[in-house]
C-alpha cells in the first residue's frame, strides 16, 4: 500500500514539521485544543497546523514594545479558484474586516483575499461566517494544493475562457483536503452548504492508478504527511500569461479543436519562486514543458504529478523541498519517466502553443454575451479608504447595489462582471464620486504594472518594507525617468520584503528583493510579458541610492536600445557586463541638475495622500508638484 511518506530509499531523518503533521491526527491537533485555551497565541506547533487551515499567526512589529508581549494577530485567506468571489461572501469578508480585522482587505497574488488583523479570540467566528457565506480558507495555505489559478476575464463568447474556469474548480476540489478537522474545528462539525462536487472529480480521487492513492486514514491522495512543501497549480488558455504560468509547479494551457470543444492540456510543471539569500543551493526557476494530456485524463495526470512530488520530494530540507528541486534534480526526461509510472501511460508530445503575453483586463470591457465586466487597479491589492480614495465604500456599494460577482486577479486587482449595460452609468457615478479611475489609459503605467508583498509590519519573514515603500520607489523612479527624457517609458516593477519571491519578483523587468533593512538586491532582465527569468545584477542597494544608481543604467537603455525594444529585454540582450562597464565610466550631464533625488523629505498621510490626487488631476508627478509648492513658497519668504 501507497504511504505519503518519504520512500524506502531516503535514508535521511525527516525535518522536525514531518513529524508535527504525522502528529496532527489529520490536520485537528493541537489547534482544536489551543483554540479553547485563553490566550493570545498559539504555540509554535499549533501555528503550522494552522497554515493548512488558512491562517498564519503574525504580530505587528510597529507595536512591539520592549519588555512587554507581541501585538499577535492573525491573517485569514482566502481559497478562490480562479479567483471568483461571490457578492454574498465579499460583503461578508468587508464586514468582517471591520468588525475583526483592520479594515482593509488584501487581494494576493494567488486570486484571494486576505484578512489582517484577527485576534485569537474571533477567528473562529471570522473562519465561520466565511464558510457559511460561500467560502473557504482550507488549504490556502500549508503543505498541500494551494489557490488553483485561472485567467480572471469572464469571457462568455471564448470557449477556452469558461474550460480554465471549469477545469480550476474541479482540480480544487479534486485536491482539496478530505480532513473533517476543518468543519470539526471551525464549524462544529456543521458541513457548510455548498455546489456539488461534480461525480468524475469524486471517482478520480478514488481511482487508485498506480500508486496515487492510499486507502489508510482519510487522506487518499495527501496521506498522513501531506506534501512536502506547498504546491501550486494554475488552468489558462492559449497565450494568456496572465497567471505567471512559469512560476507555477504545475500548469495546465486548455487545448480546444476547431470547433472550440476541449480535446486536452499542455502540462508544464517545475517553476517557483522561493530562495534564500547567500544560500546559491536555493533559486528561482520557470516551469519546463512536460507534454499534452487528453482531458479524460486530466484528473489521473495531475494526481501522478502530485504523488511523485509527494513520495519523492525532500522531505528533509524544507528549502530543497519544492517540486522544482525535484525536476532540477532529477532532469526533465526522468521527472517524466516517474510520472508516467503513476500514470500508467505516456505522456504525449505538447500542442503547438502561440506566445504567452500578459494581460490585466482593466477598464470596461465586453463579456460576449451583451454584458459587461468592468477591471479595477487597486495599488498593491489594499482595499481600504484613504482620503479621498474610497475603494472600501465603493466596491461595498456597488456589490450591494448591483449583486455583482467578482473575479481577483493575479496582481492585485479584480474584475466586476455580470454588469448589465444599463447599470454602467449607476456603477460609474460610485466609482467616480469614490475617487477610483477605470480608464485604464488614465492609471500611471508604472504603477498598473507593479507589484508588492505585505511585508512589514506584520510578515515575520520580512527584512524590510515592500507595500509601504513601493509608492514612493515608484514615484521616485518615474521622476528619474522624466528627467531622463524616457517620460512615456514603463516596465513591469515588482518589489518583496524577502527572497521568497510572493508578489514573483524574479520574473520582472526590475526586481527588488528585501536585503537589508532599507536595502534591496536588484533583479534585472525578465520580460514585459513574464516568460523569461530575471537576473541578480547587485546583491544590496540602499534606497537612498536609488537614483544614483539606476541613472546610468536607464541612459544607455535609451541610448543604445533596439526600435521599441523593452527595458527587460534589453537589458536581457545587452547583458550585464556591458551594462556594469557603462555605468563605471558613466559621468552625470551638467545640464541635469545636480539633484540627484537623494535627499527625502516626509509629510504627514493626508498631505500625501492630497499631494497624490493633486498630483493625478494634473497629469504631474508628486515629486514636479512638491517642488513647485515649495519654491513658491520659499519665493514668498523671501
Known amino acids: 500500500m501507497v504511504k505519503s511518506a518519504p520512500p524506502a530509499t531516503n535514508i535521511h531523518k525527516p525535518s522536525k514539521l514531518e513529524g508535527i503533521k504525522e502528529r496532527s491526527n489529520f490536520l485537528r491537533e493541537p489547534v482544536a485544543t489551543e483554540l479553547l485555551q485563553d490566550t493570545t497565541h ?100 500549508g503543505d498541500l494544493n494551494r489557490n488553483v489559478m485561472a485567467p480572471p476575464a469572464p469571457f462568455k463568447n471564448k470557449a477556452e475562457y469558461q474550460y480554465a474556469w471549469e477545469y480550476a474548480h474541479k482540480i480544487a476540489d479534486l485536491l482539496t483536503p478530505q480532513t473533517g478537522a476543518y468543519y470539526e474545528i471551525w464549524l462544529d462539525g456543521e458541513k457548510a452548504i455548498s455546489g456539488e462536487e461534480s461525480p468524475e472529480v469524486k471517482a478520480a480521487r478514488q481511482r487508485n492508478g498506480n500508486g496515487t492513492i492510499s486507502h489508510d486514514g482519510e487522506e487518499p491522495i495527501y496521506g498522513t504527511h501531506y506534501m512536502p512543501r506547498k504546491f501550486k497549480i494554475s488552468v489558462t488558455v492559449p497565450g494568456d500569461n496572465s497567471i505567471d504560468l512559469y512560476t507555477q509547479d504545475l500548469s495546465l494551457v486548455v487545448i480546444t479543436d476547431s470547433q472550440g470543444e476541449l480535446t486536452g492540456f499542455n502540462i508544464f510543471a517545475g517553476g517557483g519562486m522561493g530562495r534564500t539569500h547567500n544560500k546559491e543551493e536555493t533559486f528561482a526557476r520557470m516551469a519546463d514543458a512536460i507534454g499534452y494530456v487528453a482531458k479524460s485524463d486530466v484528473y489521473d495526470l495531475v494526481k501522478a504529478v502530485v504523488a511523485t512530488q509527494r513520495d519523492y520530494g525532500d522531505r528533509t530540507n524544507r528549502r530543497h523541498a519544492r ?67 474610497q475603494l472600501k465604500t465603493a466596491l461595498r456599494e456597488i456589490v450591494e447595489q448591483f449583486n455583482l460577482p467578482i473575479r481577483l486577479t493575479p496582481n492585485h486587482n479584480l474584475l466586476l462582471y455580470e454588469i448589465a449595460p444599463e447599470h454602467k452609468p449607476g456603477i460609474q457615478e460610485i466609482l467616480d464620486r469614490c475617487g477610483i479611475i477605470t480608464n485604464a489609459k488614465d492609471i500611471e503605467p508604472l504603477v498598473r504594472y507593479a507589484m508588492a508583498c505585505p511585508a512589514l509590519p506584520t510578515c515575520g519573514l520580512a527584512i524590510t518594507e515592500s507595500e509601504r515603500a513601493i509608492p514612493g520607489i515608484i514615484e ?52 514585459p510579458n513574464q516568460t523569461r527569468l530575471a537576473q541578480p545584477y547587485t546583491q544590496r542597494l540602499h534606497h537612498n541610492d536609488l537614483e544614483k544608481f539606476l541613472e546610468p543604467i536607464f541612459v544607455f537603455f535609451k541610448k543604445s536600445r533596439e526600435k521599441g525594444e523593452s527595458f527587460g529585454d534589453f537589458c536581457a540582450r545587452i547583458g550585464f557586463d556591458t551594462i556594469r562597464e557603462f555605468s563605471a565610466n558613466y559621468k552625470p550631464s551638467a545640464s541635469r541638475g545636480k539633484n540627484t533625488g537623494g535627499h527625502r523629505i516626509t509629510v504627514r498621510d493626508d498631505v500625501y495622500n492630497q499631494l497624490k490626487a493633486t498630483a493625478e488631476n494634473q497629469g504631474k508627478s508628486m515629486t514636479e508638484l512638491l517642488d513647485q509648492a515649495l519654491r513658491n513658497y520659499l519665493k514668498s519668504e523671501e
Open 42 to 141: 498559539f504555540t509554535e506547533e499549533a501555528i503550522q497546523i494552522l497554515k493548512f487551515h488558512g491562517s498564519y499567526q503574525q504580530d505587528n512589529r510597529d507595536n512591539r514594545v520592549k519588555g512587554q508581549e507581541k501585538d499577535y494577530q492573525m491573517m485569514l485567506r482566502t481559497r478562490s479558484p480562479g479567483g471568483f468571489i461571490p457578492p454574498e461572501l465579499y460583503l461578508t469578508l468587508d464586514k468582517l474586516s471591520d468588525e475583526y480585522g483592520n479594515h482593509t482587505l488584501r487581494t494576493t497574488t494567488r486570486q484571494g483575499f486576505q484578512l489582517h488583523g484577527i485576534l485569537k479570540k474571533n477567528l473562529k467566528s471570522t473562519i465561520a461566517a466565511i464558510v457559511k457565506s460561500m467560502g473557504s480558507t482550507l488549504g490556502a495555505c
Open 476 to 527: 521616485r523612479i518615474r521622476a528619474l525617468l522624466n528627467k531622463l527624457g524616457l517620460k512615456k517609458e514603463h516596465f513591469v516593477i515588482r518589489m518583496t520584503g524577502c527572497p521568497n519571491g510572493c508578489a514573483r519578483p524574479y520574473m520582472a523587468e526590475l526586481g527588488f528583493v528585501g536585503s537589508a533593512p532599507e536595502s534591496y538586491q536588484l533583479w534585472l532582465g525578465g520580460s
Open 323 to 389: 517540486l522544482k528541486y525535484l525536476i532540477y534534480d532529477l532532469g526533465v526526461e526522468e521527472f517524466r519517466s516517474k510520472v508516467e509510472k503513476y500514470f500508467g501511460k505516456t505522456i504525449e508530445p505538447s500542442q503547438p502553443l502561440p506566445e504567452f503575453k500578459y494581460q490585466d483586463f482593466l477598464g470596461w470591457n465586453k463579456q460576449g454575451d451583451g454584458k459587461l465586466f468592468l477591471g479595477i487597479s487597486i495599488d498593491n491589492g489594499r482595499v481600504k479608504d484613504e482620503g479621498s480614495f
